[in-house]
């Protein structure tokens, strides 16, 4: 680790050069023995200098790349819980300055959240989904990356 800071901001204001720096972001709440700032909530994160993501840990937001059914890379992040195996939640999009939220399924708006990001894309639904994807880097302890896909 250096002494050097690790930059801190709104997770909606990450960008894709930031997940090449750092491809495991944490919130700043549960960065152990970080205080969220006097402009901070809880919204915000800051990196793990870590290579692999690592065991025991919720809510991780790790660099993700992303394939929509019609072939269109896209680069975002993906909540990786690792607290009881590793597991994955909602997803966002980092494309063009905007950050697109992809949730899961489970989550109780999404499918209009679906519509919105294929329009926020310019593509049908059926041109974004399902989408694909694959994580930037493994879960500790393993040699591959975790993939998968949001039906949508």
Do not use: C
Not at 1 to 7: E, Q
């Amino acid at each position: 680790m250096s002494d050097v800071a690790l930059p801190r901001k709104p997770i909606d204001e990450l960008v894709p050069s930031d997940l090449l720096a750092f491809p495991i972001w944490q919130f700043v709440s549960d960065a152990g023995d970080q205080e969220l700032g006097q402009d901070e909530d809880e919204t915000w994160v800051t990196p793990l200098e870590q290579s692999s993501v690592p065991l025991g840990r919720l809510s991780l937001s790790v660099a993700t790349g992303f394939v929509t059914s019609a072939g269109r890379e896209l680069v975002g992040i993906l909540q990786v819980n690792t607290e009881d195996g590793a597991s994955v939640g909602h997803a966002a999009l980092l494309v063009e300055g905007e950050y697109l939220f992809l949730p899961s399924a489970e989550y109780i708006d999404a499918e209009a959240d679906y519509v919105a990001l294929a329009e926020s894309l310019g593509l049908s639904r059926a041109d974004v989904f399902p989408v694909e994807w694959t994580l930037a880097v493994p879960v500790e302890g393993s040699d591959s990356v975790l993939t998968g896909r949001f039906v949508g």
